[in-house]
């Protein structure tokens, strides 16, 4: 077995696609970009409690109205598209049929208006566009990286914002998607935690930014293969298991046949360890599962992730132990970030191994090299430690790549251009005169 040092950059992350992601976690906010490019433009039930007892606001099952009163179809199921339409008067006999078409033209085809679906008669088109609407959220800023990884900052109809980033390499391209406005999990490490939650997404607003992605990549209507778009991670904004019935109701529609047609092989959801969620999440959705480990330790994991004084860390091996679908074909990916002095001594590789083969998971670990920002309380581990952690995993026959940092020239780690955007409003506000 060779080391996985001495393979390409591109192999490593061709086994493994979320180096993708893990690696825009966690860099220097304050970086200013270096030269990407930048174009500006105009469940229903109960909710878990978070670590620090707070419970997210519950977004409706539809995203806010819009201005003429439109009520979006983006995010609703077929059956919900059904009523909608027997509310606005369409024939019972005809309301299957209708349903399906739109359904065809908004996932398959990408109509952004009423007026494109050639198939449904003008008529009823007109009927369509006084009552709903197909169109996208506002894109407020578009950059691209010198490295082809694009970033989408979006306003939802409330005026919140959330980011959503495309990552090219030569066999896949993965979207990571945000699942909230915010985050409540306050991780130690992570800049999203410094954004105080808000709410969740609608269904609408998740698959809205799968759309968005592909109207700029233009893949509509759907291609049967070689598509760009060909995997996502619910890994941005939020914590999705927070957010289960929308997320899942979201990914239903991704994985649907008939419109987007994405796979849940292709589909990972990162959580940072919900642990009643985790077995639903396996059991409803299917999809491959990353959890953010980052500690080997609860004293250690207690301080840097607040979320493990719920769910300590026996717990959340045994949920990993017992997820659904988990085999060696399919293994749970790990996300360790290393922070100098605090969880990165050979003691903790080694620990880290014990852990995973206790627990028998059939697991992959990404190493995540910290980046600091001005008065964060870590820093990065030397290169030295780093090598001899992935050395002492590897060598136990559990995979440990460090991870591929991509998209560092247009602030893509996950959080960073919703808080310039802030910065930059409150700046502006600030200047006009009173």
């Not at 493994?16 to 970009?33: K, M, R, S």
């Not at 006999?93 to 085809?109: D, E, P, T």
């Not at 919900?274 to 999809?287: D, F, N, T, Y």
């Not at 998971?361 to 870590?378: C, D, E, H």
Request: aromatic residues 6%; charged residues 25%; neutral net charge.
């Amino acid at each position: 077995m060779s080391r996985p040092d001495q393979a390409t950059a591109a192999d490593q992350i061709r086994q493994d696609p979320q180096l993708l992601i893990v690696g825009l976690l966690l860099y220097n906010p304050h970086e200013p970009p270096l030269g990407g490019l930048s174009f500006r433009a105009g469940w229903s039930g109960p909710l878990l409690t978070t670590p620090l007892g707070i419970e997210p606001v519950v977004a409706p099952r539809v995203a806010a109205a819009h201005p003429e009163a439109c009520e979006s179809l983006i995010g609703l199921t077929r059956d919900e598209i059904g009523e909608r339409l027997r509310a606005a008067g369409i024939a019972e006999r005809q309301v299957k049929m209708r349903a399906q078409q739109l359904w065809q033209w908004i996932y398959n085809r990408g109509a952004k208006d009423f007026a494109e679906m050639t198939s449904i008669s003008k008529e009823l088109r007109q009927v369509l566009g006084e009552k709903f609407t197909v169109g996208r959220l506002a894109v407020v800023e578009r950059r691209a990286s010198v490295d082809r990884t694009r970033k989408w900052l979006l306003r939802l109809e409330d005026g919140n914002e959330v980011e959503t980033v495309f990552i090219p390499e030569e066999d896949r391209g993965t979207l990571c998607v945000s699942s909230q406005v915010g985050c409540t999990l306050t991780c130690r490490f992570c800049h999203t935690g410094t954004q105080r939650l808000v709410r969740n997404l609608t269904p609408g607003e998740i698959v809205g930014q799968v759309m968005i992605a592909r109207d700029d990549l233009g893949e509509w209507p759907s291609p049967a293969d070689g598509r760009l778009l060909s995997n996502i991670v619910l890994m941005g904004m939020g914590e999705p298991l927070y957010n289960f019935e929308n997320v899942k109701a979201a990914m239903q529609i991704v994985m649907d046949g008939d419109g987007i047609s994405l796979s849940r092989r292709r589909i990972t959801l990162s959580t940072s360890g919900v642990v009643p969620m985790m077995s639903r999440c396996g059991a409803e959705l299917g999809v491959n599962l990353a959890v953010s480990l980052h500690a080997v330790r609860d004293e250690v994991r207690d301080r840097i992730m607040p979320i493990n004084k719920k769910y300590p860390l026996a717990e959340l091996l045994a949920a990993c132990r017992d997820y659904p679908g988990a085999t060696n074909a399919r293994r749970i990916t790990f996300e360790y970030i290393m922070l100098k002095d605090i969880n990165d001594s050979a003691a903790d590789a080694r620990e880290l191994v014990r852990l995973l083969k206790a627990y028998d998971i059939p697991a992959k670990v990404n190493l995540i090299p910290f980046n600091p920002w001005p008065g964060a309380p870590y820093e990065r581990s030397s290169a030295e430690r780093i090598h001899q952690f992935s050395e002492i995993v590897f060598s136990s026959g559990i995979s440990a790549p460090v991870r591929t940092p991509r998209g560092e020239d247009i602030l893509a780690a996950c959080g960073q251009l919703k808080s310039e955007s802030e910065k930059r409003r409150k700046s502006e506000q600030a200047s006009e005169p009173a």
